[in-house]
């Protein structure tokens, strides 16, 4: 097999042997996990999407977390209700750290559900007090009131593929909603067929969801809003479901010149990655300005395109300040974080031996 310059994978039949395509849709890689909300415990979830089981990950130490989303880089949100405020959430060990306050808690009082766009906007919804749509500041906290859905009681927000912003209310309507992220308002889909459906996250094309009077986690049909159970989560109170981005792995290679060779790494100088066009990937696809590199996630200095490794393709050739890395002596490996212009994120790592003065 092979991939072709359109990272299409072509390969050869062995019974007909004919050559076979199978086409790369850009921005179609699955999600990894899912995470989820138990606010009877108070901590961090991952869920089975085959059995529907949850396992615990860690306590938030903060009173009330629920609703749930990662932007594009990675980092997880949550709201805290009970002192209105925006938290990050470690996905190793669920602490919750404080970005800042929603708004006046009587304008705000019951924000449970969270879901980026494409763009990187946050969006959240009321259900309480104001039942209103809002946009959130990813670095303050701030809330922007958008406008109202019209039904009362949403308590679960999620983007598809297209832009389309999904909700569920299980105040009476238990009904799958689309949602005006101009106006606000809420469109009818169709009944769930469960009672109290409180949480939304798209995996590719599948909406996944809960149900917390079964406590079950379910699949519904975004056409109709028909709901089909996965299984038991085996927790009593989830509220918040998101699905980390997926990561595609990339081939890269440190200091090409030298075979990973890296002298004095914490004196002057500076580091060149090579980030392949290989095994699918399209280097020239890369935003410089998203790289970190090494150990303390060094920003991109300067580049150019050129084949590194004489293959006929051009690659993404990285220049990094050497002491911006955080490599130390004694470092075997470093790693590339980075999206592509489609905001697809990708990670390559890369074997590098330190040498010079300072590493005897």
Not at 103 to 121: I, N, R
Not at 301 to 326: C, P, Q
Request: proline share 5%; net charge negative; charged share 15%.
């Amino acid at each position: 097999m092979v991939f072709g310059p359109n990272r299409d994978l072509y390969v050869i039949s062995s019974n007909t042997h004919e050559v076979l395509r199978f086409e790369f849709q850009q921005g179609q890689v699955e999600a990894q996990v899912l995470f989820g909300v138990d606010l009877a415990t108070g901590q961090l979830l991952t869920i089975d999407t085959v059995t529907g089981a949850g396992t615990p990950v860690g306590p938030f130490g903060v009173p009330s977390v629920q609703g749930l989303a990662f932007d594009d880089s990675g980092t997880l949100f949550g709201v805290d209700t009970a002192s209105q405020q925006l938290v990050t959430i470690d996905t190793v060990t669920g602490a919750a750290t404080n970005v800042g306050p929603l708004a006046d808690p009587s304008t705000f009082l019951g924000v449970q559900s969270l879901a980026f766009d494409a763009s990187g906007t946050l969006f959240g919804v009321e259900a309480s007090v104001s039942n209103q749509l809002m946009t959130i500041d990813t670095v303050t906290g701030a809330a922007t009131p958008v406008g109202p859905p019209g039904s009362p009681g949403l308590r679960g927000l999620a983007f598809d593929g297209s832009g389309t912003l999904f909700g569920v209310s299980n105040f009476g309507a238990d009904e799958l909603f689309t949602i005006d992220t101009i106006t606000g308002a809420a469109t009818p889909i169709g009944p769930l067929g469960f009672p109290s459906v409180t949480s939304l996250a798209f995996n590719g094309s599948t909406l996944f969801a809960v149900d917390i009077d079964s406590d079950t986690l379910l699949t519904i049909d975004s056409s109709t809003g028909a709901a089909t159970s996965v299984g038991p989560l085996g927790f009593i109170d989830v509220i918040g479901l998101a699905f980390q981005p997926a990561v595609a792995p990339i081939t890269i290679d440190i200091e090409p010149r030298t075979d990973g060779e890296i002298r004095n790494p914490t004196g002057g100088g500076r580091v060149d990655v090579a980030i392949l066009t290989a095994g699918g990937f399209d280097a020239m696809t890369v935003d410089g300005s998203t790289l970190a590199f090494g150990p303390d996630g060094a920003s991109l200095k300067r580049f150019r395109t050129t084949d590194v490794d004489n293959d006929g393709d051009l690659d993404f050739l990285a220049f990094f300040k050497k002491a911006d890395t955080g490599i130390q002596c004694g470092d075997t490996e470093a790693t590339l974080t980075g999206q592509t212009n489609a905001a697809e994120s990708f990670e390559g790592t890369d074997s590098i031996v330190t040498v010079g003065k300072e590493c005897k």
